[in-house]
């Protein structure tokens, strides 16, 4: 069983959709991670938090310690939004460990 | 003026081979790391590295030895190189393991 799960898989939105891709990890944590990746294969890092809630423009990532999980939000989802979505951790044991990622299309 | 820069930006090289990859960053940070993303494009950390410490993925073959000539540098080789190290390695760099910053990564073919 992989450390770090993410769900949905793939996943096909319209354009303004509300969108949330769920991470839930096993692990201690110092940090979770959310990264894109583009289709040319550039990764992007979203967001770095260990508690609460961060907020970057449409994008919107949460975590809850207790529960060992965390949610990206997008609001109002564009095409450009379209790419990998990966939560990683940095566990308390310095490792990294990464989901599989989330693919998401958002469809005009 | 990129903040984290990868050559070659692709590799094809035959088996047995051994090769290098080099990573600069210019943010003056002082952690880097390299990951590989296989073809089904899954990420997993290989090394992560500062001016003190070296963490190694114990799954990593010690055919992959990181090299550092200095702080803003940290140069990946490859020995006796095998069909299954064809993927895409990226190399990051961060301040103090916060936000990491992705070079362009490198696609590495074996054949």
């Known amino acids: 069983k992989n450390e770090v799960e993410q769900s949905p898989q793939n996943l096909t939105a319209q354009e303004e959709e509300f969108i949330t891709i769920n991470c839930s990890y096993s692990?201690?944590?110092?940090?979770l991670h959310w990264l894109q990746q583009h289709p040319g294969g550039g990764i992007v890092s979203l967001f770095m938090?260990?508690?609460g809630k961060k907020k970057h423009g449409r994008l919107i990532a949460t975590i809850n310690i207790q529960e060992k999980h965390s949610s990206l939000h997008i609001t109002a989802s564009h095409p450009r939004d379209s790419a990998v979505y990966i939560c990683?951790?940095?566990?308390?044991?310095?490792?990294?460990?990464f989901g599989t990622g989330t693919s998401l299309t958002v469809i005009p | 003026d990129t903040a984290v820069s990868q050559t070659p930006k692709y590799l094809v090289t035959q088996m047995g081979n051994d090769k290098s990859i080099k990573c600069e960053q210019n943010?003056?940070?002082?952690?880097m790391y390299w990951y590989k993303q296989d073809s089904k494009k899954f990420l997993k950390i290989m090394f992560s590295?500062?001016?003190?410490?070296?963490?190694i993925n114990e799954t990593v073959p010690n055919r992959f030895s990181p090299k550092s000539p200095d702080k803003a540098h940290l140069n990946l080789h490859i020995n006796s190189l095998e069909l299954g190290d064809s993927a895409v390695y990226f190399c990051?760099?961060?301040?103090?393991?916060?936000?990491?910053?992705f070079g362009p990564g490198t696609r590495l073919t074996v054949l």
């Open positions: 990051a760099s961060s301040h103090n393991r916060f936000t990491q910053y």
């Open positions: 692990v201690g944590i110092s940090a």
């Open positions: 938090l260990s508690s």
């Open positions: 990683a951790v940095s566990s308390t044991g310095n490792q990294f460990y």
């Open positions: 943010l003056g940070h002082d952690t």
């Open positions: 590295y500062n001016n003190k410490e070296l963490i």
